[in-house]
Nanobody, 122 residues
């Protein structure tokens, strides 16, 4: 079992910056990739950015490319999302996700964080 703890959400003015963090913890697991998703109140969850642990390969939604940066500190299985030039349309609940391998059963699974609110005022 993997637990995710998110932090860093809040209220910011348009044009401002925020950094989200998500730490994965547990026993006997190996992270394959981690990512951030967001979901509006009456919409579907959508990908924001992902990063693989070994190659640090990243992927971004078109709407955030060039403004957001995802990076990971492998030593403590923590992924960060640096958000710059924030816009009101970036307002959402942001969720962290990890895909990890259970080293005892050799099965892979995905785990989600509890979500953190990001609000950008105009």
């Amino acid at each position: 079992q993997v637990q995710l703890v998110e932090s860093g959400g809040g209220l910011v003015q348009a044009g401002g910056s925020l950094r989200l963090a998500c730490a994965a913890s547990g026993t006997a697991f190996s992270v394959h990739h981690m990512g951030w998703y967001r979901q509006p109140p009456r919409g579907q969850r959508e990908l924001v950015a992902t990063i693989t642990r070994l190659e640090s390969t990243t992927d971004y939604a078109d709407s955030v490319r060039g403004r957001f940066t995802i990076f990971m500190v492998n030593a403590n299985n923590t992924v960060y999302l640096e958000m710059n030039s924030l816009k009101p349309e970036d307002t959402d609940v942001y969720y962290c996700k990890v895909r990890a391998l259970d080293l005892r059963t050799w099965t892979a699974a995905e785990y989600w964080g509890q979500g953190t609110q990001v609000t950008v005022s105009s």
